[in-house]
């Protein structure tokens, strides 16, 4: 035999002892649906905006996710109308939460919150939990925050749930114990989904986030599921149980401070030591608490109503922090202290937020000679004054200022976007109102307050223009940094063919050798 035959059949010889080998050794898992029928779904939220679900529905979708809330007071801008026209559309619906917790106490809130959101809901699929950023989570601490979560919502809702993931993270971090619930697996490029050693079946395979749909302005998730997706019959969500005294009772997020115990905790908000271990599982010893912890209250209804020094608020839709600020009569920079805000721009409808009011109960006022009233039946504006020692006109002139100060920030977004928008016209026809409100409120404010209080159209073109320039920057260092790229992408490329020749110089040379 000549030299090329004998290597042909030695590497023939290889690669039959190798296959036989790895079939023996390595473990083979079937990872196929969990049933033979599929149905076609998507999965939205606010990032799609408007949907025609008729539209979607005659495009051959049966199933559709909606994204119902976030972390634990996020609620998605659009998911009631999702969730209203799909179900008018007669798509099978299932709810899905984006899970942002980094404690068992977070993800007990959060099941609880997700819980709260879709209360009352008719679904068809089990509830998901998204659980994909994990930040410096260890993997022990990823899958108990899991558990928590998902045996909260099941036992909250009375609805069996399902695991959302990525196919690197049900290979490598969720554990076996999480396999017990079923897997709705994201894994794109692919012509089935990777074995992860874990599940033997899905019941969910998402297969691509740039999906066109009929009805869908822009791209959208595609999915499959199986049979293994649905509950065993289209099931209102019950509200989450409440105990009897729960309308005399608020809930409210407590951060320690230096020198706090338990009990003076417990006393401050009328309510005792054991209620607040039992609510919070990550309090080991009683006796043992850290500043900067985190401790869910329960208290009683005149912790809310200002027999202590602080008041617990519900964030709206279309509130703002500075809003709120005035309205309580405090500080933007009170409120993110005492709450731990990370960012003052963004607050969430349902979030709670600790107020410090710093009421005199005697007299009814705080520092500043201003309260918050809260108005019951058969009061008059002047019983109100009298019992306040002020005057009726000082009430209206005060909320007046209250009232025009919250419509300023309210519509100001509006006024501010105007300035940016090429066809400026078309957009104030279309915000006119946003915008005259913005104009009726500046001009109030003016009247009353410095011109520096309320920024000027002109520095609001100066803060315009300075946007511009810093927009100039970044384009010439990017455009700096994309000529640098390219060059060292010439470099490589002549790197590797250098590689390559000098390559094929030992082969041949080795060959000849031979």
């Known amino acids: 035999m000549n030299k090329t035959h004998k290597k042909t059949n030695y590497i023939y010889t290889f690669f039959i002892m190798t296959f036989t080998i790895l079939s023996i050794t390595l473990p083979s898992f079937a990872f196929g649906p969990s049933s033979d029928v599929i149905y076609q779904g998507i999965d939205v939220s606010s990032w799609q905006r408007t949907i025609n679900f008729t539209n979607v529905k005659s495009s051959g979708v049966d199933v559709v996710y909606i994204k119902s809330s976030e972390g634990k007071s996020y609620i998605d801008p659009y998911f009631e109308t999702n969730y209203r026209n799909a179900k008018a559309n007669g798509l099978k619906i299932g709810f899905y939460h984006y899970v942002t917790a980094r404690s068992t106490s977070q993800a007990q809130e959060q099941a609880n919150f997700f819980a709260k959101v879709i209360a009352g809901k008719e679904i068809d699929c089990r509830l998901a939990m998204d659980f994909e950023s994990f930040g410096n989570l260890s993997i022990s601490e990823i899958n108990e925050i899991s558990k928590v979560f998902l045996e909260t919502l099941e036992n909250t809702t009375k609805t069996n749930v399902v695991i959302y993931s990525n196919a690197?993270?049900?290979?490598?971090?969720?554990?076996?114990?999480?396999?017990?619930?079923?897997?709705?697996?994201?894994?794109?490029?692919?012509?089935?989904?990777?074995?992860?050693?874990?599940?033997?079946?899905?019941?969910?395979?998402?297969?691509?986030?740039?999906?066109?749909?009929?009805?869908?302005?822009?791209?959208?998730?595609?999915?499959?599921?199986?049979?293994?997706?649905?509950?065993?019959?289209?099931?209102?969500?019950?509200?989450?149980?409440?105990?009897?005294?729960?309308?005399?009772?608020?809930?409210?997020?407590?951060?320690?401070?230096?020198?706090?115990?338990?009990?003076?905790?417990?006393?401050?908000?009328?309510?005792?030591?054991?209620?607040?271990?039992?609510?919070?599982?990550?309090?080991?010893?009683?006796?043992?608490?850290?500043?900067?912890?985190?401790?869910?209250?329960?208290?009683?209804?005149?912790?809310?109503?200002?027999?202590?020094?602080?008041?617990?608020?519900?964030?709206?839709?279309?509130?703002?922090?500075?809003?709120?600020?005035?309205?309580?009569?405090?500080?933007?920079?009170?409120?993110?202290?005492?709450?731990?805000i990370k960012n003052p721009n963004l607050i969430f409808p349902g979030q709670k937020i600790i107020i410090s009011s710093s009421y005199n109960i005697s007299n009814g006022q705080n520092s500043c000679g201003k309260i918050l009233y809260k108005i019951v039946y058969g009061d008059t504006l002047s019983q109100i004054a009298l019992r306040y020692n002020t005057t009726v006109q000082e009430i209206v002139k005060l909320n007046e200022q209250i009232h025009y100060l919250g419509q300023y920030y309210a519509t100001k977004p509006y006024f501010t976007k105007m300035l940016y928008e090429k066809n400026k016209a078309t957009f104030h026809k279309d915000h006119s109102m946003e915008i005259s409100r913005f104009e009726e409120a500046r001009k109030y404010l003016k009247s009353i307050y410095s011109t520096e209080s309320v920024p000027s159209l002109q520095y609001l073109y100066r803060q315009r223009d300075q946007l511009k320039s810093d927009l100039k920057k970044i384009n010439t260092t990017l455009h700096a940094q994309w000529k640098l790229e390219n060059q060292l992408k010439i470099v490589l490329s002549n790197t590797n063919s250098l590689l390559k020749h000098e390559n094929q110089r030992f082969v041949t040379r080795n060959n000849s050798l031979e």
Do not use: C, H, M
Request: overall charge positive; proline content about 5%.
């Open 168 to 340: 690197y993270s049900a290979r490598t971090i969720f554990g076996y114990e999480l396999t017990k619930y079923p897997l709705w697996v994201a894994n794109y490029g692919v012509r089935e989904p990777g074995s992860n050693g874990k599940w033997n079946t899905w019941v969910g395979w998402q297969y691509t986030s740039t999906g066109n749909v009929y009805g869908i302005s822009g791209y959208v998730d595609r999915n499959q599921f199986t049979n293994g997706i649905f509950l065993s019959s289209t099931t209102p969500l019950p509200t989450p149980e409440t105990s009897e005294n729960s309308s005399t009772e608020n809930t409210i997020v407590y951060t320690v401070k230096r020198g706090d115990t338990l009990s003076e905790i417990a006393q401050k908000f009328g309510t005792t030591v054991s209620s607040i271990v039992s609510l919070n599982p990550i309090i080991k010893n009683p006796n043992l608490i850290y500043p900067g912890q985190q401790f869910t209250i329960k208290t009683n209804s005149d912790y809310s109503t200002g027999t202590t020094n602080n008041t617990v608020y519900v964030v709206k839709r279309g509130d703002t922090l500075s809003q709120i600020a005035v309205n309580y009569n405090t500080t933007v920079n009170s409120l993110v202290n005492l709450n731990n």
